[in-house]
């Protein structure tokens, strides 16, 4: 499985955009990049997915670099309620679709 | 959007028994689901992929005779943790993802199991 690498943690304040960075030197073309985000004693949530091409959601965008061998979720406003682990992951389709965490990034956002 | 119910979403139980967890897509059909286990202060570990009409693929390390999964449905599967003792306490969560759809993975609320 290809690997991430993801700062353990960062923080943020309140109603300030965060960029939260991921890198994946080693994706191979049929990998998705994957981010989603924990809260304790929660499941994961999805947060967002691409492949290519910068992606948009209701929660988040997602930045890819021109190479994919890197990535950046922006939250455009931090809230209290984003404070969580983010997760960046690489899922290979050939590889079963499994999505296999690795460490991930612990965001506080301050008041 | 979609949802994945699991159940129960705590236990506990006694050195020796059997417990069983459940995974239900509730507005969706999943083909595969998949489980994951969580100690305090770590990342999910990916146990097996549970494949609807067959047998599960299990990730290296993971004993297969302890935690049996059934996936009997396009809708539900079951992890059993098979003669439970204390290191098998942890927080199990299941997810799954549509057959059809761009969606990322839904992922169920996490079961606690504690053995005692």
Redesign the interface.
């Known amino acids: 499985d290809a690997k991430t690498t993801q700062p353990n943690s960062m923080e943020s304040n309140e109603e300030e955009p965060v960029h939260l960075p991921c890198n994946h030197s080693t994706i191979s073309g049929t990998d998705y990049i994957h981010w989603y985000r924990q809260l304790p004693s929660q499941g994961p949530e999805y947060v967002i997915h691409g492949l290519t091409s910068n992606v948009n959601n209701r929660m988040a965008s997602l930045a890819i670099a021109e190479d994919r061998k890197s990535s950046t979720l922006i939250l455009h406003r931090a809230t209290l309620r984003d404070a969580a682990v983010y997760y960046c992951i690489l899922r290979d389709v050939r590889g079963g679709n499994k999505l296999v965490f690795g460490a991930g990034t612990i965001l506080r956002v301050k008041s | 959007g979609a949802v994945?119910s699991?159940h129960p979403s705590w236990v506990i139980c006694k050195s020796g028994t059997s417990v069983k967890i459940e995974c239900r897509s509730l507005d969706f059909q999943a083909t595969?689901m998949?489980w994951?286990r969580q100690f305090p202060k770590q990342?999910?570990?990916?146990m097996a992929?549970s494949n609807e009409g067959s047998k599960a693929?299990y990730e290296q390390g993971v004993e297969k005779d302890k935690f049996l999964i059934n996936h009997a449905s396009l809708t539900l599967s079951t992890l059993t943790v098979t003669s439970a003792h204390p290191e098998d306490s942890s927080?199990y969560?299941c997810?799954a993802?549509r057959d059809r759809g761009r969606?990322?993975?839904?992922?169920?609320?996490?079961t606690?199991l504690t053995v005692v």
């Open positions: 994945v699991q595969t998949f994951y990342s999910l570990m990916l992929t693929t927080f969560i997810s993802r969606e990322g993975y839904t992922f169920g609320s996490g606690r």
